[in-house]
């Protein structure tokens, strides 16, 4: 590729972090040129009208169209030249596909708390297979988190209340930094680890070696029940409530006439605030378990409530 001639070009460990970089240089490229005429300009103006100089200094002034508008015209158009370059970008790199391998990551003061759907956990650790994309679902317990990682040129806020998703793919084996890059307390400083990229062997070896505790769908299982879910939502329970099997993923039709897709966030949404969305044919009977489940058991649910296959009545 072409881009290797640039001096100190650093071919980088992703698919598109050469393209932010090749962005990062238009961007100062753009810079330095408004650098260079604004400097320029100073430099003439203090040699053309130095007090020795006999020039015409009445102070009139005399108005030319062609340069404001030339001026104005040739910025605007410089500018959404990088705008469009720019925004290219950010729609490649935050598409997230749905079907691919899904890691989940909880921030909170002050760690990074990772969770693999073989129910494999670690904290401030992040072991990924090189060469493949990964969907990051993350999730804030308690602050904005930033999830940052300068390596692959990838940063993404996590937000309490609600699930970001962030792809990334790294295509070289190695150790990179993983920090968090919004001030969030205290330790923020100290609130880091590590991405582990490895080769698809090596990977499925430390996912064995892991210990895994249940799946993090059987722990929804049974979170489910000590929640009490299954008391209403059960099969053969006393209060009318929707059967949740086959839900994940079907048009749910609600109260007010109109229809949601039965998502991560609506479940999550159902859970945390009830009265919000109220199905069709139900009356608002089920409790708020907001404040009551953490980021951690909600994702579980949620795995769990995906589960369940089943038609849906
Ligand atoms: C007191 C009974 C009760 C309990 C306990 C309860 N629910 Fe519900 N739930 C309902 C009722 C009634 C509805 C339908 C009305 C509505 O949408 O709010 C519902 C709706 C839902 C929906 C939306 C279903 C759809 O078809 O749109 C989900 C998802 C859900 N509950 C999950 C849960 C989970 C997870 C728990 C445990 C943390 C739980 N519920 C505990 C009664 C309950
Ligand atoms: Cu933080």
């Known amino acids: 590729m072409w881009r290797k001639w640039i001096p100190f070009w650093h071919s980088g460990v992703s698919l ?7 962005l990062f240089i238009g961007l100062l490229i753009a810079s330095l040129l408004v650098l260079g005429l604004l400097f320029f300009l100073l430099t003439l103006f203090c040699v053309r009208y130095r007090a020795s100089n006999d020039v015409d200094r009445d102070h009139r002034i005399t108005k030319s169209w062609r340069w404001e508008v030339g001026w104005t015209a040739a910025s605007l158009a410089g500018f959404l030249v990088l705008f469009v370059w720019g925004a290219e970008i950010y729609f490649q790199i935050y598409r997230t596909p749905p079907d691919e391998l899904s890691v989940f990551v909880v921030a909170k003061q002050w760690m990074w708390k990772v969770q693999h759907s073989g129910g494999q956990s670690e904290i401030n650790a992040l072991h990924i297979p090189v060469g493949r994309p990964i969907r ?14 300068p390596a692959i040129r990838l940063k993404h806020d996590v937000v309490p209340g609600r699930y970001q998703d962030l792809e990334i793919e790294v295509d070289k084996p190695g150790h990179y930094h993983l920090f968090c890059a919004e001030y969030c307390g205290t330790e923020h400083s ?15 070896t430390w996912l064995a070696t892991q210990t895994p505790a249940d ?9 489910f029940r000590e929640l ?9 329970s006393k209060i009318h409530a929707p059967s949740l099997d086959g839900l994940y993923g079907r048009p749910v039709p609600l109260s ?26 139900y009356q608002p009977l089920m409790p708020s378990f907001e404040g009551k489940v953490s980021e951690e058991q909600l994702l579980r649910l949620i795995l769990y409530i995906k589960s369940l296959g089943g038609p849906h009545p």
């Open 16 to 22: 598109h972090g050469g393209d932010v970089d090749m």
């Open 136 to 149: 990051l679902v993350m999730a804030s317990q308690d602050v904005i988190h930033s999830f940052f990682i």
């Open 190 to 204: 100290g609130m880091t680890g590590e991405i582990v990229a490895m080769g698809a062997p090596d990977y499925a």
């Open 215 to 223: 799946s993090l769908t059987q722990e929804g299982g049974a979170l």
């Open 228 to 236: 009490g879910c299954s008391g209403c939502h059960g099969a053969g």
């Open 256 to 281: 007010d006439g109109s229809f949601v897709t039965a998502d991560d966030k609506y479940i999550r949404d159902s859970i945390l605030l009830p009265r919000s969305q109220i199905a069709a044919g």
